[in-house]
Nanobody, 121 residues
Framework: AQVLVELGGGSVQAGGSLSLSCAVS????????MAWFCQAPGQEREGVAA???????TYGDSVKGRFTILRDNTKNTLYLQMTSLKPEGTAAYYCTADSRDWLLLPRYNYWGQGTQVTVSS
């Protein structure tokens, strides 16, 4: 089965850090394009960071310099390291994957169930 499972959400104060991980269960997952999206209540899903099969990252403007997306193909895991978190970063964060490179567009074919991140001021 093709499955994405996010871990690592939680609550943190503004200025703090959190790391998310996503376990990837796909055939030849190292070839996938992957990304993290976030969605706050009443808001559209927003691209946070994407990474291609070589590890080249793309970041949304709001997280540049604060977030880092990484992948470890030996562990079939995608990571999102978040620093200097802001209250507006409170959202459900989703791991996503596809054989096509959608960058930060929410057109990926496969999505995890999401993990909640809450940033308090």
């Amino acid at each position: 089965a093709q499955v994405l499972v996010e871990l690592g959400g939680g609550s943190v104060q503004a200025g703090g850090s959190l790391s998310l991980s996503c376990a990837v269960s796909f055939y030849k997952s190292s070839r996938l394009y992957m990304a993290w999206f976030c969605q706050a209540p009443g808001q559209e899903r927003e691209g946070v960071a994407a990474i291609d099969s070589t590890g080249f990252p793309t970041y949304g403007d709001s997280v540049k310099g604060r977030f880092t997306i990484l992948r470890d193909n030996t562990k079939n895991t995608l990571y999102l390291q978040m620093t200097s978190l802001k209250p507006e970063g409170t959202a459900a964060y989703y791991c996503t994957a596809d054989s096509r490179d959608w960058l930060l567009l929410p057109r990926y074919n496969y999505w995890g169930q999401g993990t909640q991140v809450t940033v308090s001021s």
